[in-house]
Every structure is written in structure tokens, then in C-alpha cells.
């Protein structure tokens, strides 16, 4: 079976081609950027590179995007070009083409405002949840949801959408976390509730093609699996170690160690039961084995991760942090 991976050169469509090619299928990655795991460099707003692309294939996993830190940095028509318009050629292109299962990479992102309700609880995040997108990145992302339940629901096609939360190595952009926590203690906080190791987000992409045929639409929430319940929702708002010392106790010992702390406050928490129910998808990171990574002095994460490691997403460094934060360009 031949399969088209967008997105080939970035952290996840990196991930998948190496994944997929040690399993021996036939597998064409595109991307704008030239890389190793990269045979057709082009946009995928290139319907003629798009056709080229997907001559036999029969599975799309769609991980191309503008990114959350290209907000700062590109127009909001470069947004709409990437993340709508090819998303658009992309599903026309894989009617024609044939395929049979499509995969899109969507975000947590999409849920914006709903994620942080102010003076609340935290926020218990399931595929339920309405999105209210902040920005022109959540936006078209949740846009491009859409196009995909329409070319489900007029051409058959099979779509699943996998809105994943962070599995980004790069530093945080909030420069107050950067400030109070060492980069892999904050990472290793957020697997409790907003964070997924690499590994476990090419497993849910590998499960979602298998069962997109029989699915025909679905969206689902990728995220590692949180040891929190509902009843934690009030004080991990007001108290989030206290919360997570008794939800999992093991952890004080090895971050004493290292020096590192817990968040003081937790405002959401992403439930992945949906995907593991329906999909049987079955993550093995979390926060519990991260902790026994730290016990064992090892380093916390998946190989996969570490081995496709920091790519950034601009070509330098700006004096707010590793990525800007300034307001959009117009247009």
C-alpha cells in the first residue's frame, strides 16, 4: 500500500515516514522544506504537485501546517492558503486519486477559549467540548475539520481527525515558564493534563488509517492519559500539587532530586478515553512512566522523540524568546 505523509520535514510527518518505512510501506512524504524524509518538495497548495503526490496512494496521513508560532510571523492569508485552501486540494486531489482512508492532523488549539474559563474550575476537555478558536491558527484549523466531515459526508470519503496537544521539544513561548522551570520539568508537568509524547501521536495516526474505512467520520483527542478524574477539577485550579501528589505520589521523590516543582495551577485537562475506546488506540506515555524514567536517571520520553528531536519553526532567534509573540502582520 502506498501512502502520502504532508508535512515530511516537521516533527510528525518526520516521525511517520520513519515510522511507516521501517514497516516497510511505500511512503512519499511532501513538504515545502527539503529534508531526508522529504520526496516531493512542493506546497501543498500545488494542485499539480498535490495530483503528482498521490499518483497510487491509497492512505493520507495530513500533518502540513502553519503552525501557533507562525502567527506572529506570516499573514493570515498564508494561514488560510496552508491550512484551508490545501487542505481543500488535498481532499479533492484524494477523491480523485482514490484514496481510502485520509488522517488530519488537527489541534487542541481549536478549542481556544473554551480551555481556560475564567474564575471556574478547570476545564475537563472531551470531544464534546465546543471550540471557540483564538486566533487565525485555531481557526483554520477547525475549518479544515469541517472540510474533511464535508468531503465525508458528499464523497464517502473516510476522515479521521486527530486533534493532538503538545509534543512540540522546543522551549515554551511563555517566558514566565521558561523563567521558573527548567524545560523538561515543565514538559513533564504537562503530561499530567495538555502533553503527548511523539511516539504515542504516530501510534494514534497508524490506528485512525486502519479504522477510517469502517469509521467513515470521527474526531478524537490525542493527548497522554491523565491520571486526574472530574472530582480533581476544583483544586487542581487552586492547588495543582497537592492534586497531583495525590493522584500520584511517586513523583515528589525524584523531583525533589532534580530541584523541580509542579505547576501551582492546572486551568484544563484533556481526556483521551474516546480514541482509546474507539479506536483502541494505546498510549504508552505518561506521566506515571515518565516519573519512573526520572527514578532510573533516565531521560524522559520516547526514543522516537528524542531521535527526531527540535526542529524550531523560524529560522532565528528573537529577543522575546525562541519564538516571537508580537501581533500578526496584516492581511
Not at 486519486?97 to 471556574?120: K, N
Not at 509534543?167 to 502533553?195: H, W
Not at 483527542?221 to 487552586?238: G, M, V
Amino acid at each position: 500500500m502506498k501512502i502520502l505523509v504532508t508535512g515530511s520535514s516537521g516533527h510528525l510527518g518526520e516521525a511517520l515516514v520513519r515510522t511507516l518505512q521501517q514497516r516497510s510501506f511505500e511512503v512519499t512524504g511532501l513538504d515545502r522544506l527539503a529534508g531526508p524524509f522529504t520526496r516531493e518538495v512542493g506546497s501543498i497548495a500545488d494542485r499539480a504537485c498535490v495530483a503528482r503526490s498521490l499518483s497510487g496512494v491509497r492512505t493520507v496521513f495530513h500533518a502540513a501546517t502553519l503552525h501557533k508560532p507562525h502567527v506572529a510571523t506570516c499573514r493570515r492569508e498564508d494561514f488560510i492558503e496552508t491550512n484551508v485552501r490545501g487542505t481543500l486540494i488535498l481532499l479533492e486531489e484524494s477523491i480523485a486519486a482514490g484514496v481510502e482512508a485520509f488522517v488530519f492532523t488537527s489541534t487542541t488549539s481549536v478549542f481556544g477559549d473554551a480551555l481556560a474559563p475564567p474564575g471556574q474550575p478547570a476545564a475537563w476537555i472531551t470531544e464534546d467540548v465546543a471550540p471557540i478558536p483564538k486566533n487565525i491558527y485555531g481557526v483554520t484549523k477547525a475549518a479544515a475539520e469541517d472540510l474533511c466531515q464535508l468531503f465525508h459526508r458528499n464523497e464517502g470519503l473516510a476522515c479521521v481527525v486527530l486533534r493532538t496537544s503538545r509534543f512540540f521539544p522546543e522551549e515554551d513561548d511563555n517566558e514566565a515558564v521558561r523563567s521558573a522551570y527548567a524545560a523538561d520539568n515543565a514538559k513533564a508537568n504537562e503530561f499530567l493534563y495538555r502533553r503527548v509524547d511523539l511516539e504515542d501521536v504516530v501510534s494514534a495516526h497508524l490506528v485512525a488509517a486502519e479504522r477510517a474505512p469502517s469509521l467513515g467520520f470521527r474526531k478524537y483527542l490525542i493527548s497522554a492519559t491523565t491520571p486526574f478524574t472530574p472530582d480533581d477539577l476544583a483544586t487542581l485550579r487552586a492547588d495543582a500539587p497537592r492534586t497531583a501528589l495525590a493522584r500520584v505520589p511517586e513523583y515528589a521523590a525524584p523531583y525533589a532530586r532534580r530541584g523541580w516543582k509542579m505547576f501551582a495551577s492546572v486551568d484544563r485537562v484533556y481526556d483521551n478515553q474516546r480514541a482509546r475506546r474507539e479506536l483502541g488506540w494505546a498510549p504508552r506515555w505518561d506521566f506515571r512512566r515518565l516519573v519512573r524514567q526520572l527514578r532510573d536517571d533516565e531521560e524522559i520520553g520516547s526514543e522516537l522523540a528524542r531521535l527526531v528531536g527540535a526542529k524550531g519553526y523560524h529560522g532565528e532567534r528573537f529577543g522575546e524568546g525562541p519564538r516571537p509573540v508580537a501581533p500578526a502582520p496584516r492581511g
